[in-house]
């Protein structure tokens, strides 16, 4: 009952958030704000998981391929398996930790120590003031900190390939444009938006509903942490569900 109280609870925390803020002029000062903080605290981390994320891919297909002598196409494939599904899930996975956490201990923070009830009492609306330039930044720099960890995991396979299955760069890209098609470049940044929405709706929605003290701030982070994870992998399968259907759709056509 519980979750179902808090998919019920987010549906109208969103429609009120989105209410408030399409409704009322932009402040896009304050959203680039967000956008410049997120990215700051995020990158290095983002780029440090995608880099190694695809070290990681690297080392696995290398594994397999090596077996049939095929080790010419270990850049694609790694490449490829990394943009389409790997990548965006464990970075994502990163990001909730290191963006959702903060930005939940944040507002409930502002909740318990009742900041957000003195912005409404000066007559303004915190959905519309705090809320709907968060949601916006976060959107949209976790996608771009997303897309740029794909790229950094090119790099860390593309490294890794060389160290661990000692084949040179050119070997490693020669096949990366043949396998890696734009259905699949699209299918990863289609994820990348998908689990940037996740992230943004658990987290301002868990940090905005904040009750009990320091200790419900506490639970708030860990619910989270939980509720984003777990939101991530059933937005993977649903993104990669739609993406099957939408291919079989044109490929039928």
């Not at 060389?162 to 070997?171: A, H, L, Q, T």
């Not at 490693?172 to 699209?186: D, F, K, M, Q």
Request: net charge neutral.
């Amino acid at each position: 009952m519980r979750v179902i109280d808090d998919i019920g609870g987010g549906i109208l925390f969103l429609r009120d958030v989105f209410r408030a803020g399409i409704g009322s002029s932009w402040r896009y000062d304050i959203i680039a704000e967000q956008i410049w903080k997120v990215t700051q605290q995020s990158f290095s981390t983002t780029a440090l998981a995608g880099f190694f994320v695809g070290a990681i891919m690297t080392v696995q297909f290398t594994l397999q391929v090596k077996e049939f002598g095929a080790l010419g196409f270990l850049g694609g494939l790694a490449t490829s398996g990394t943009i389409r599904e790997v990548g965006p899930l464990l970075i994502a996975f990163m990001l909730s930790g290191k963006v959702g956490a903060f930005t939940s201990a944040e507002l409930g923070t502002m909740r318990v120590t009742e900041q957000i009830d003195a912005i409404r009492c000066l007559g303004a609306n915190p959905l519309r003031e705090i809320i709907f330039p968060r949601y916006i930044g976060i959107v949209v720099s976790s996608f771009f900190l997303l897309a740029v960890g794909l790229v950094m995991s090119v790099a860390g396979g593309l490294l890794m390939g060389m160290m661990f299955s000692g084949i040179n760069p050119e070997e490693y890209l020669r096949h990366i444009p043949t396998i890696v098609s734009l259905p699949s470049i699209l299918s990863g940044l289609v994820k990348c938006f998908a689990f940037a929405l996740v992230l943004a709706s658990i987290c301002t929605y868990k940090g905005y509903t904040t009750t009990g003290g320091a200790k419900g701030v506490g639970r708030s982070v860990v619910n989270t942490a939980v509720a984003t994870m777990v939101g991530i992998v059933m937005m993977d399968w649903l993104t990669s569900y739609l993406g099957e259907v939408a291919l079989e759709l044109m490929v039928g056509s």
